[in-house]
């Protein structure tokens, strides 16, 4: 039995970082270790993250920030190492290769684009019960103003289609989603993305 911690680093810029924080805090590793969650805000705390969330919030402000203050090459860098990495919503922005949006200096880690409220301005937000490779039964997704994704590449899995767009993805160690885990009682999403991959 493995007694280290787990440690997750979610990035605490701007956005749904209390969310994310409380969820992890429900979760069970496969050999019940203990997981520790930590909002980051300077450099330095990544490289002994886990795993690594870039939350829900506003994609122009946090790819702002994290470039000012240096997270995005230590974000690369976790990314790069296979560990890994769950972005939602703004953070599958931040984390495409292309938002089509010149404020957003995107990470280029996960080999998507994405078209930013895609889901139109009436339905800013709304749940669905959304089928998702690998579960069971349907996940409770809330979207918020969400993304849509508009192009994969070949290594990039699409793990759930919402009006035959995709909305979750996985490229080996990265899953993202246009949704907000983070919002429900349901950790199978963080799960997935920390342990199934
Ligand atoms: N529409 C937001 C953006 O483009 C994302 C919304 C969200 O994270 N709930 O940044």
Not at 6 to 21: A, F, K, N
Not at 41 to 66: A, M, Q, V, Y
Request: aromatic share 6%; proline share 5%.
């Amino acid at each position: 039995m493995n007694s280290e911690k787990i440690t997750v680093g979610v990035i605490g810029v701007q956005g749904d970082v209390s969310e994310h924080i409380a969820a992890i805090s429900h979760l069970r590793s496969l050999d019940d270790e203990a997981i520790d969650a930590v909002s980051i805000r300077k450099t330095g705390i990544i490289p002994n993250c886990n795993f690594l969330i870039i939350p829900g919030g506003e994609s122009t402000t946090i790819s702002r920030l994290i470039k000012r203050n240096g997270l995005a090459n230590e974000i690369i860098s976790h990314a790069q190492s296979g560990k890994p990495l769950l972005a939602t919503c703004a953070g599958l922005i931040v984390a495409s290769k292309s938002a089509n949006d010149k404020r957003i200096d995107t990470l280029d880690i996960l080999d998507i684009t994405v078209n930013r409220n895609a889901f139109g301005r009436q339905i800013d937000s709304f749940e669905a019960h959304l089928p998702i490779k690998g579960m069971d039964t349907p996940f409770p997704a809330i979207f918020i103003r969400a993304p849509a994704i508009e192009t994969t590449s070949k290594n990039v899995e699409i793990l759930a289609e919402y009006k035959g767009r995709p909305v979750a993805v996985r490229q080996d160690n990265i899953v993202g989603t246009s949704f907000h885990p983070e919002l429900t009682f349901d950790t199978r999403l963080h799960n997935l993305a920390f342990f199934e991959s």
